[in-house]
């Protein structure tokens, strides 16, 4: 349905809101290509979506099928609202928009209202249609803004309540994986909660930890012992501050 009523719109020369996923930038790309060459030992075809698809098919059963589409997802454009630009990357569609959910999102009443113009011939009338085409690029960036931040907003207080919950198991040792890589440190999600915190380099006194950017790994330089995107590693709170939204981990050997 989304795809058919942008379709329409776009076969109709209607004014119209999107749901626009722009193509990812080539040096992103380029480096998930690299990514996933030193994770899997594999070259792929990063701007080809069918053999992207097939790729991420192939590995979905694998232990390193979750930190690989997180990786692809960080290299990907985020989507947006849009009244020039109806292609969805990610979809593989030429057209798409928001249509199903009027009840819910703007963008979607948008597009009902404009189809019920249509059909009462309303948008026959250029001075119908051309105050529609003046308002109608403010209300999609009006839209984009507003859904980023609920979107922050809706973040935010689930990360606040986790914290708190996690206040009650500040000794408790905790199974996660490693999903960024910093000169100062290594940020860990922790499976069972899908919460996000920082291992600071600091407290891994066992070496000194170089970062390696084309890895995307810490490497000791005496030891040689590394630490690696995809990495699971258990770990323990040390910090947890409320009103930063932020908790700092330890990791326990």
């Known amino acids: ?19 626009s996923h722009p193509e990812p930038d080539e040096d992103e790309m380029h480096d998930f290509a690299e990514f996933i060459f030193n994770c899997k030992n594999k070259r792929i075809d990063p701007f080809s979506k069918k053999k992207l698809q097939a790729f991420l098919d192939e590995i979905s059963d694998h232990p390193e099928s979750y930190i690989i589409n997180l990786m692809l997802l960080r290299s990907m454009k985020k989507a947006e609202y849009s009244t020039t630009d109806s292609s969805h990357f990610a979809l593989g569609l030429e057209h798409y928009a928001h249509f199903t959910s009027p009840i819910r999102r703007y963008p979607d009443l948008i597009i009902h209202r404009l189809l019920d113009l249509f059909f009462q011939g309303q948008l026959k009338s250029k001075n119908v249609k051309a105050s529609w085409n003046e308002k109608i690029t403010g209300w999609a960036k009006h839209c984009c803004a507003t859904e980023k931040r609920a979107q922050e ?19 408790k040792i905790m199974e996660g994986i490693i999903t960024g890589i910093k000169e100062y440190g290594l940020f860990v999600q ?11 380099i600091r407290t891994l006194t066992d070496d000194f930890y170089e970062l390696d950017k084309k890895k995307l790994s810490l490497i000791g330089s005496r030891r040689g012992k590394v630490y690696r995107f995809g990495d699971v590693v258990n770990v323990k709170i040390t910090k947890i501050d409320l009103l930063k939204r932020e908790v700092d981990f330890v990791i326990v050997q």
């Open 1 to 19: 349905a989304n795809q058919a009523a942008a379709t329409f719109m776009h076969q109709n020369n209607l004014p119209s809101v999107s749901r």
């Open 153 to 171: 907003a809706e973040r935010e207080i689930i990360k606040l309540k986790l914290l708190r919950h996690m206040e009650e198991h500040a000794d």
């Open 190 to 200: 922790i499976d069972e909660f899908q919460l996000d915190g920082l291992v600071h």
